[in-house]
């Protein structure tokens, strides 16, 4: 819905997909192409311009400092960034970009955090989730995924492998 | 066009653009995001239904036998690789995945390096590539690049910085 | 004893030592090599025909999805792969290799970390270590290292350095 | 102070800042340039000959068996290291340095883990910090973007960006 | 030839197979793993004793000064390096290793770069490379793999991917 | 020269060592670090006042878009960048830096690779560098160093190792 609304204030709309080359941990349990996957399909069911759309997946670089301009360099040009993060509106700030709030952002409701919490619980997450991205998530047996990934103690060491 | 007679062909298309993170040197002039923003203005003139297309900016790593997995790390699942080129050919088969080349291929008339050199010499350029790219690449002044890219000895050196 | 039972079930077994970039640290004393070390030494001492065994150090690659694809890099070609860790097991077996559990795995009694701990508060680790590689961590003054690292509060906030 | 006296006991004093690369984070707000920055000032502040000190940003290198040999390839020859920190002592003993343990190095009260508690809680965090290095932060507004950083959830789950 | 000269003339010899991530170049066609395979079965061939006898892959790191302590991290500690290469024994020097030169060193007659020559060529390379090891590119299908990468315009303007 | 020139002009110089990672190289023989010393050693015997001066060494980053973003996460914060070599200048530019050309560039005659190539061919390469500089060449056998550089057929290849 942030996105749907965002689309109509601006040009064009990029999609950054974060920390894409993760997956397979509890936080970041897709990856970033499936993730890529999701988006699309979402915009798709709420009838998205997608001709106005770029959706770029982002892998990480480990220099906060460095970030927005690496962020720049997987995208086309852009003027507004629109996070409500903190930590990446300041980034982008101190980089020289206007950064702006979106309009609206219901994250207690809509957090990944809790949808992956109600996944492992067997928990009614789809009612939290576009019907499009069920599907997607379905397709690629995600939550069977995200239940063996807990049951390895080395996913809460770290990521890394 | 070759994309335009591929996207006929299959359900859903990714387009890789490949060394993303590479940009202001001979081979590669621009940014990984200044070439999906190529792309996508292409696509647009040749009519393409974006809804059935993606393009993802994957950058390199320096592994080949691991390169054809990472590219699927970024991009939404797929079945078939399209590809000209013997060694992406090689390296996507030997990882499982069924590979073909696609319908036509006027790779000497359509060839990079050949509109590079003709952008360097103040050539004809812009009747090779599709009105939209041009329009774009005048915008970021991408030949002004190129020819100040190439005054530079370190070019020839090789890409680091 | 897992290994020594393995090598029986198959024609040539490869012994990966994990994130072999990594050493002192509390979970990580060791640097890689002294893992390959320990591990050709306690295979000597079991009697386990060393010409069916290979020992590969693997660095990590922070990149879960094409982890499995990065190991067969550095190793012979393999066709089933044995873990008893879940997340090992599903990232083999969505990379399309055989993931069979090794026949037993006293997971509780021979527990690196036990062991560590052990070793810090000055307990008998020694009865839960092949004799050989009792003499390699002696040799390198393995004990002592682990205590001094611990002295250092950057260890608890990360491996780097 | 630290740093004053050794000047006095050797003929020239690289001061290594470690974890460069890092900034915007709670143990790290400052760019490793930012923290060049203060270092030479406070040098200056406290009159210490500037033309027997280096000041050398050090990014991370993963590997702490390698750490030491990296930090000689940044920094200019070295005889002796100083350092409190028992893994760091370590790491260069078993490399071949001889370390020292600096002189003085009143830890408790000086800590940076402390001063940025202060920082972030409105107290007064001026008092263990030199004058010219107070300047620097409020130059680069380093207390406001502390204090942003931390209303960052994701901080909380790393460093990475 | 020469590691079984080697191998009479110490207690236990650590092979590195270096540039191990490389694989599908015209340099070096063939994966560390598959590199680390033939040395093992040429070993066998040459009733090398295998229990006094590491094969460990190296991956490049691009540092020069740092490499030797890298590669001690990846192997078991040793005394003596062997290498008929200039820069690789400068390296190891400068890092406070004992470097000697091998018993003997035919490298024009066993010349890998000429052995891929001759590969491409249809030529005679057999009698050049050990029966083990014919045997195993054989399995592979390496030659057709070499003459498939050298159709790429890509190799020959670098290994990346 | 140029530096001393330039240090007139400005509050205070940043000088960088760009590729500091790199040596034991036709092109880059010396350490990251050895440079910072013999660029200090420079700023001594010609008089620079070292209080306005830093010497921070670069590693490379292999994105030419962000690079300037990164050098100035090594480096305290400047306004104004000087360079003669166009792709430096066109990156800082491109990047919202005021560049500038410093006042003099004598570059056939001071060239590296020329300096290098007399002290391949025991030619007087000594009238070109500062007498200071020559001095750390020699404490460090700089030249014996690079003359054994050159007997390596690797380095021709590339700098990995």
């Known amino acids: 819905m942030v996105i749907k609304r965002l689309v109509e204030e601006v040009d064009e709309l990029i999609i950054g997909i974060g920390s894409a080359q993760l997956s397979h941990t509890i936080d970041n349990p897709f990856t970033g192409g499936e993730r890529v996957l999701m988006m699309k399909e979402a915009l798709i069911e709420y009838e998205v311009d997608l001709s106005r759309v770029y959706i770029i997946p982002v892998p990480d670089i480990e220099m906060n400092h460095v970030w927005p301009r690496y962020v720049s360099l997987l995208t086309p040009p852009f003027d507004v960034v629109f996070s409500g993060n903190p930590l990446v ?73």
């Open 89 to 161: 509106k300041r980034l982008f700030m101190e980089s020289g970009f206007t950064v702006r709030t979106p309009p609206f952002f219901n994250r207690e409701v809509y957090s990944g955090k809790k949808i992956r919490r109600l996944m492992l619980e067997s928990g009614d997450w789809e009612q939290y989730v576009p019907s499009s991205v069920v599907r997607v998530i379905k397709d690629i047996r995600g939550v069977e995924r995200l239940i063996e990934i807990c049951k390895s103690d080395e996913v809460f060491e770290g990521d890394g492998k």
